[in-house]
């Protein structure tokens, strides 16, 4: 079946600390998009990209780096420069960067600072 | 991107339709109106999007104004498991639009 798949599900993490999501899908999406969600909050977009090798800032980019080496692979790194980075992280894709939002989302990673 | 407003929460009957009300007063002519909906602790889900015509599909109906100044989203036989977050929103199309998420409204659909 097509789909995202995020990992790790759920990630601990001490302050100062640099970790990585991963987020990989099989739909052959050129986009793909990394939202963070806190607590009885929306989603807000932190990075974006349309298509291979090319990415863009979204709202809260701060304290965050993506890559997209790979059309099925677009990881987020939080680095120790994020603030408060506790958080639910997710990532979506939808077919291309410039037709209708129907964006299909990953199951999330849950990322907890110590 | 136009504003929407939705009110906070709202609950329904097991069994009896869901009517998601949702405001968009300044959305211009281009802009779509989209409805996602996030179950406790997944990722949201896209349920259906229109322009100016109502639209049905397997999931739900979407019912928008003659002057697109509001849309309601119908669950038309709501179940527990559409116990959830619907977020409204919305956006045009095109490399430049980016979907950003509101509160949304809570809907909870007692036995």
């Known amino acids: 079946d097509g789909g995202i798949t995020q990992s790790p599900k759920y990630l601990f993490r001490k302050e100062g600390q640099n970790v990585t999501l991963s987020c990989e899908q099989n739909?052959?999406?050129?986009?793909m998009y990394w939202y963070r969600q806190d607590p009885g909050q929306g989603l807000r977009l932190i990075y974006y990209s349309q298509i291979v090798n090319d990415f863009q800032k979204g709202d809260i980019a701060e304290g965050y780096s993506v890559s997209r080496e790979k059309k099925e692979s677009f990881p987020l790194t939080v680095t120790s420069a994020q603030k408060n980075p506790t958080a639910f992280y997710l990532c979506?894709?939808?077919?291309?960067?410039?037709?209708?939002?129907?964006?299909?989302f990953g199951a999330g990673s849950r990322l907890t600072v110590l | 991107d136009a504003k929407t407003t939705q009110p906070p929460s709202m609950d329904c009957a097991e069994g009896r339709a869901a009517n998601l009300p949702c405001n968009h007063s300044t959305i211009s002519g281009n802009e779509y109106v989209y409805w996602y909906r996030q179950i406790h602790s997944q990722g949201p889900q896209y349920i259906i999007h229109g322009l100016k015509n109502n639209e049905t599909n397997e999931m739900a109906s979407l019912i928008i104004t003659e002057d697109r100044k509001s849309s309601t989203l119908i669950l038309p036989h709501a179940t527990l498991r559409d116990t959830a977050v619907y977020y409204c929103?919305?956006?045009?199309?095109?490399?430049?639009?980016?979907?950003?998420f509101g509160k949304g409204i809570t809907l909870s659909v007692r036995p």
């Open positions: 929103i919305a956006l045009g199309h095109g490399a430049n639009s980016k979907l950003t």
């Open positions: 979506a894709s939808k077919v291309d960067g410039s037709g209708a939002n129907v964006l299909t």
């Open positions: 739909l052959n999406h050129d986009a």
